[in-house]
């Protein structure tokens, strides 16, 4: 069993930055594929970015790519979303999600565990 507990949401003006944060906890963290997730009002869930074990490997929507950085410290058991330049449109609830894959992970149903989720909201 994994827990995720996800920090660093708030409110932001467009053009801003915030950096979502990740604590886990249960079995070794450096095993699992993690990503980040968000879900705006009325729509549906979506990936945002992923990272694989040892932090090598991520991949991005195209929607955040070249704005957003996702990063983990295995040291820490700790992973996160660096996100620059934030739209109106990125106001969302962000999850924090671990898959157990040995590849890296976009679809929702990929990922075993879930956080409770943290909200972003960007004002314009």
């Known amino acids: 069993q994994v827990q995720l507990v996800e920090s660093g949401g708030g409110l932001v003006q467009a053009g801003g930055s915030l950096r979502l944060s990740c604590a886990a906890s249960?079995?070794?963290?450096?095993?699992?594929?993690m990503g980040w997730f968000r879900q705006a009002p009325g729509k549906e869930r979506e990936f945002v970015a992923c990272?694989?074990?040892?932090?090598?490997?991520?991949s991005y929507a195209d929607s955040v790519k070249g704005r957003f950085t996702i990063s983990r410290d295995n040291t820490k058991n700790t992973v996160y979303l660096q996100m620059n330049s934030l739209k109106p449109e990125d106001t969302a609830v962000y999850y924090c999600?671990?898959?157990?894959?040995?590849?890296?992970?976009?679809?929702?149903?990929?990922?075993?565990?879930w956080g409770q989720g943290t909200q972003v909201t960007v004002s314009s």
């Open positions: 249960g079995r070794t963290f450096s095993n699992y594929i």
């Open positions: 999600a671990a898959s157990y894959k040995q590849r890296l992970a976009v679809l929702i149903a990929e990922y075993d565990y």
């Open positions: 990272i694989s074990g040892t932090g090598v490997v991520t």
